[in-house]
């Protein structure tokens, strides 16, 4: 230290930093204190990487899964002429950033199978349609196809998988639907029954349509649930889900006023809240854990100034500053929130990337099913590692650190030699 001074974050000064980060607790160091230290800071970045991570996977393949099956904006065309839904089909086909345009019957029945029956929610849709979905059409087992889909004589139909595993049926076996719009006879209405062909069977890995979905050819769907020419729903599908404000505006502008237009959030409102609100206080939750952590470096950082009162002391003497005294036990106790917010970091995002083999290794031992389809609609464990969110969690870290170490470092440069080595 040349004239008892040393340049600001120098040799002289990160080596002295070092060496009282490595010193035994005979020596007056805090090793041990260290290392509890870096691995609770570890364990709060490796747990607020995983569950955000997690989080923003479950919620990303949720909404992937429900706007692959439904659409992203719907027009209300019920008591409206068939005619008049072509036309107003062709002028929404005509609106920028719209994919694609299909008349769908949206209905609830019974499906019945030697005596096994289920609830159902049939959906008809034209055979175009359906195999415009790529999300279906793409994950239909066995060979399954699209023929007769929309035959009068033997009209088949495709079956959610889990909705068969219920009923105990598979391709090429009749099944029974109910519906409980019946026609009307001398002794009142009476439901409509009619047997179809399972034609396929499709699964697009969320519980709640592989277990009640099934979709019927809309001529078929319009005559068992007494629909006439028409239909249900305007069903439109646009390049970003995301921005369907604009798209319900141009649509309001083609289609008139008098037809109700809403998106998939109106659907599905509940859902997308209970996400965002989920997502926001798991991420307060966790950062306080990373706050609390960082008070482990705090309490070392204290017992380190008080172990070394007497150097402080014959530093100061030899003409060092309150600033060379803070910024040695800055750096110090700094340097091991940064070391344990990369292991968090590296073990964290390793694990969110091999998570499901992690996921079926654990399975494999344990034999528990960790992530159960029924409870939690998906099949397996998403996750995916948002960098900005990576970011701002390391921001985080370092900031709340860095803060906590400054304070406990100022006040260790406000000791007072005289006092420190009156005893000594």
Known sequence: MSNGRSAPF??????????????KRQHGGIALISVISVVAITLAVMALIITMSVMNGFRETLLSRILGVNGHVYVDVRN??????????????????????????????????????????????????????????????????????????????????????????????AISILSPQGAATPFGLTPRRKSFIIGGIFSVGMAEFDSALIYMPIEQARIMFSRGDGADELEIRIQDPDRTEAAMMELRSRLGPELMIYDWRAKSQGLSDALVVERNVMRLILMILVAIAALNIVTGLIMLVKNKSRDIAILRTMGATKGAIMRVFFMASASLGVIGLSLGLLLGIGFCLNIEVIQNTIQDVTGFDLFPGTVYSLETLPARVEWGEVLMISLFTVGITFAATLVTAWWASRFDPVEALRYE
């Open 80 to 173: 409206v002429p068939g005619s008049e839904i072509e036309r107003l089909a062709a002028l929404a086909r005509e609106a920028p950033g719209v994919l694609h345009v299909a008349a769908t019957i949206n209905a609830q029945g019974l499906a019945t199978v030697d005596g096994v029956a289920a609830g159902v929610v049939v959906r008809g849709v034209s055979r175009e349609d359906l195999q415009a979905l790529p999300i279906v059409a793409n994950n239909i087992r066995n060979g399954g196809s699209f023929q007769n889909f929309e035959g009068i004589e033997s009209p088949s139909i495709l079956v959610g998988d889990r909705l068969a595993q219920s009923l105990g049926v598979t391709e090429n076996m």
């Open 10 to 23: 120098g040799l002289f000064e990160r080596m002295l930093a070092g060496r009282y980060l490595r010193a």
